[in-house]
């Protein structure tokens, strides 16, 4: 009698013993997928803003550069025919810097990921990678 409540015991201990390895095991993996979800996150948003800044800097930067040096030299210039033709194109250049921050603000917040949302999008992303994917299965037989 004694023998089989000793062995019940130790029994229920082994089975205690492996219940706590399996919980810890699941609260390590979901932290590790939390991690993982969190650098990809992270690394989205480096490579977002480093885009960003790129479109700036690339785009951006030289047409307000230009249109800056076209105002500093609007004083100087006396010719009215001249001066209405430097006008002209400091609008044009003006009209291309609005039509960029457009761009770079429509690539923000893309209009289709707004009127569809994001699960959406994931699912036309997912169609469209089984499509290359399976393209891909199909020349390589």
Not at 99 to 108: D, G, S
Request: glycine fraction near 4%; include cysteine.
């Amino acid at each position: 009698m004694i023998f089989s409540v000793v062995l019940a015991c130790v029994s229920f201990g082994v089975l205690a013993f492996f219940f706590v390895i399996v919980i810890i095991n699941y609260y390590r993996a979901n932290a590790r997928k939390q991690n993982e979800i969190f650098n990809a996150v992270f690394e989205t948003q480096a490579n977002e803003r480093k885009r960003i800044s790129e479109d700036l800097h690339d785009e951006l930067g030289p047409l307000l550069s230009g249109i800056k040096i076209r105002v500093g030299t609007l004083r100087d210039i006396h010719d009215t025919g001249a001066k209405e033709a430097m006008i002209s194109e400091t609008e044009s250049s003006l009209d291309k810097a609005v039509q960029e921050v457009r761009v770079i603000t429509r690539n923000l917040m893309p209009r289709h990921l707004e009127e569809h949302g994001l699960i959406a999008e994931l699912e036309e992303l997912k169609h469209i990678y089984r499509k290359i994917k399976d393209n891909e299965n199909e020349s390589t037989l």
